[in-house]
Every structure is written in structure tokens, then in C-alpha cells.
């Protein structure tokens, strides 16, 4: 089969899925890419890779950001049978190994990596940080190749002074924008599940990552992509409408020097370049 790859002096990024429903992210170059998360079925990612000129040759690795489900769904299946290294920290792979819903251990495509310790992948170097949530562990990546600066960051429970600088200094910047206030505040959660996703181990409202947005974002970013978003609490629509006030409120002028994006729930993203 042939793909339609572009040149390998490009860098791209995509979106496979993001939320609950489940959460992979692409970013390479022409020749190879490297996923953030694998918590959607392996078919669908290789339906969703094919669809943008990819296959699982071309994966170098996995990173895994933490031990829930809807980001760890097939990395037992990829480091099984696709023999794809996975990078996570020690105590993400024990969860992992432990996780009663892995079906194959990762095994030798286990590779240990430690917060604040940068490392290579090819053209892609890597810096893991604290990102705190309700699990095991967490980390954000940073993400330098060619004159580029990427942050991934999901999953808040709040925004830390230890994570705000590998958010800054991004270029390229995908940050989770997980629910209006209002419609989690007025809606059909219990009460529990509401305290949890507000209790600073959960994530972070559009009106949080707006304002978090508006007091740092400066004239190096390039792109914003908005993940995470609740079904229940927030929609794509609001999540846009909510940042673009904070940004221009600031004096960003969308769509020129800056684009902001929306990733939707279980649906691949456009593919962007550098």
C-alpha cells in the first residue's frame, strides 16, 4: 500500500481521539511518528493513522501520560504484538502491569523515563513533568524537534507553578479545556463525581484554561488545541467561544497570528503542519 507522505522536513500533528471515550495523539514528521496515549482500539488507530498517510511501521514509540483506561487501552496490544517501545515512568508501568483490563504485558517495549530527564527519540526530544491528577501518577510532555517548542497537557487537576513553565514556552500548545462551570454545576452528576472533577485532582474548566491562557499566552504561539472536553459538560461550540473571548479580550487576533483548534471527542483531527 502506498501513503501520500510529505516531506520529511515537515513536522505534523493530529488528534486520533480525545476525552473519556479515549485519548491518542500523533506527532511526527514524513518518514515516522511517535503517539502520546493509545486509549482507543487498535483498529480505529490504524483506521485514523491510514487516513492521514500512516501505519504502525511508522510508530517509534508510545508515550503514556498516566494509568487510566482511556489512555492505556491498547499499549499492552501495541508492545505485544507490535514489539512499539513505551515510554512511561516507573510507577505508570507498575499501575499498567497491575491494570486489570491490559490484556498483555509490555514486557521488553517497556522503557522507563523520569520527570525533568529529557530524552530522544529520533528527531524528538521529550521532557516529562508533574501534571497532578487522580492516578498513579501523571506527566505533561514537552516537545522540541526542529526550531519548534510543543506542550501536551491534559488531564489538570490544577495548574501548577511547577508545569505553567513548559506550558509558556510553547509554541504549539494542546491543553485540556474539560467543562463550563455552569452546565457541570447545573447538571445531572452526582455530587461526588462533581466534587471530583473540581477538587484539584480532577481537571480544569474553559473558563480556567481561558484565563490561564490570557495571563501567559504570548506572540511565539502558534497554535492552541483544546482537548479533554466533557460530553456531558461542555460542548466543542462553548469550549471555542469561551477561550476566544479570553484571547481577544487580550489583543490575539485569531486565525492570523494564532490559531486556536478544537479537538473533538473520538473524531480524528485535521492534520496540521509546521
Given at each position: 500500500?502506498q501513503y501520500?507522505?510529505?516531506?520529511s522536513?515537515?513536522?505534523?500533528?493530529f488528534c486520533l481521539?480525545s476525552?473519556?471515550c479515549?485519548n491518542?495523539y500523533?506527532v511526527?514528521?514524513?518518514?515516522?511518528?511517535?503517539?502520546?496515549d493509545?486509549?482507543?482500539?487498535?483498529?480505529t488507530i490504524?483506521?485514523?493513522?491510514?487516513e492521514?498517510?500512516?501505519?504502525f511501521?511508522?510508530i517509534?514509540?508510545?508515550?503514556?501520560?498516566?494509568?487510566?483506561?482511556?489512555h492505556?487501552?491498547?499499549?499492552?496490544?501495541f508492545a505485544?504484538?507490535?514489539?512499539?517501545p513505551v515510554?512511561?515512568t516507573?510507577?505508570?508501568?507498575h499501575?499498567?502491569?497491575?491494570?486489570?483490563m491490559i490484556?498483555?504485558?509490555i514486557?521488553?517495549?517497556?522503557?522507563v523515563?523520569e520527570k525533568?530527564v529529557?530524552?530522544?527519540?529520533?528527531?524528538?526530544?521529550?521532557?516529562?513533568?508533574e501534571i497532578?491528577h487522580?492516578?498513579?501518577?501523571?506527566s505533561?510532555y514537552?516537545i522540541?524537534?526542529g526550531?519548534?517548542?510543543?506542550?501536551?497537557?491534559?488531564?489538570i487537576g490544577?495548574l501548577?507553578?511547577e508545569?505553567?513553565?513548559?506550558?509558556v514556552?510553547a509554541n504549539?500548545?494542546?491543553i485540556?479545556?474539560?467543562y463550563?462551570?455552569?452546565m457541570?454545576?447545573?447538571?445531572?452528576?452526582?455530587?461526588?463525581?462533581?466534587e471530583r472533577?473540581?477538587?484539584?485532582?480532577?481537571?480544569?474548566?474553559?473558563?480556567?484554561?481561558?484565563?490561564?491562557l490570557?495571563e501567559h499566552?504570548?506572540?511565539?504561539?502558534?497554535?492552541?488545541?483544546?482537548?479533554?472536553?466533557?460530553n456531558?459538560?461542555n460542548?466543542?461550540?462553548i469550549a471555542y467561544?469561551?477561550?476566544e473571548?479570553?484571547l481577544?479580550a487580550?489583543g490575539?487576533k485569531?486565525?492570523?497570528?494564532?490559531q486556536l483548534h478544537?479537538?473533538e471527542?473520538n473524531?480524528?483531527s485535521?492534520?496540521?503542519?509546521?
Amino acid at each position: 500500500m502506498q501513503y501520500n507522505l510529505f516531506s520529511s522536513d515537515q513536522y505534523t500533528f493530529f488528534c486520533l481521539s480525545s476525552g473519556s471515550c479515549g485519548n491518542c495523539y500523533f506527532v511526527g514528521n514524513g518518514d515516522y511518528g511517535i503517539l502520546i496515549d493509545v486509549g482507543i482500539g487498535v483498529r480505529t488507530i490504524r483506521k485514523r493513522l491510514r487516513e492521514h498517510g500512516y501505519d504502525f511501521e511508522h510508530i517509534r514509540a508510545i508515550l503514556i501520560t498516566h494509568d487510566h483506561f482511556d489512555h492505556i487501552k491498547s499499549v499492552g496490544t501495541f508492545a505485544h504484538r507490535h514489539k512499539i517501545p513505551v515510554f512511561a515512568t516507573q510507577k505508570v508501568h507498575h499501575a499498567i502491569s497491575n491494570h486489570s483490563m491490559i490484556r498483555y504485558d509490555i514486557g521488553a517495549s517497556r522503557r522507563v523515563i523520569e520527570k525533568k530527564v529529557s530524552f530522544q527519540i529520533e528527531d524528538f526530544r521529550f521532557t516529562a513533568f508533574e501534571i497532578p491528577h487522580d492516578s498513579h501518577d501523571h506527566s505533561g510532555y514537552f516537545i522540541e524537534f526542529g526550531n519548534h517548542k510543543m506542550t501536551l497537557a491534559t488531564d489538570i487537576g490544577q495548574l501548577t507553578d511547577e508545569m505553567i513553565p513548559y506550558l509558556v514556552k510553547a509554541n504549539h500548545l494542546i491543553i485540556e479545556s474539560n467543562y463550563d462551570e455552569e452546565m457541570l454545576r447545573t447538571g445531572s452528576y452526582p455530587y461526588y463525581l462533581k466534587e471530583r472533577i473540581t477538587s484539584g485532582r480532577g481537571h480544569i474548566s474553559n473558563r480556567q484554561t481561558g484565563e490561564f491562557l490570557a495571563e501567559h499566552c504570548q506572540d511565539h504561539v502558534r497554535n492552541i488545541w483544546l482537548c479533554h472536553l466533557s460530553n456531558d459538560n461542555n460542548s466543542p461550540e462553548i469550549a471555542y467561544q469561551t477561550i476566544e473571548k479570553y484571547l481577544v479580550a487580550k489583543g490575539m487576533k485569531l486565525g492570523e497570528q494564532l490559531q486556536l483548534h478544537v479537538l473533538e471527542r473520538n473524531k480524528l483531527s485535521p492534520k496540521v503542519k509546521f
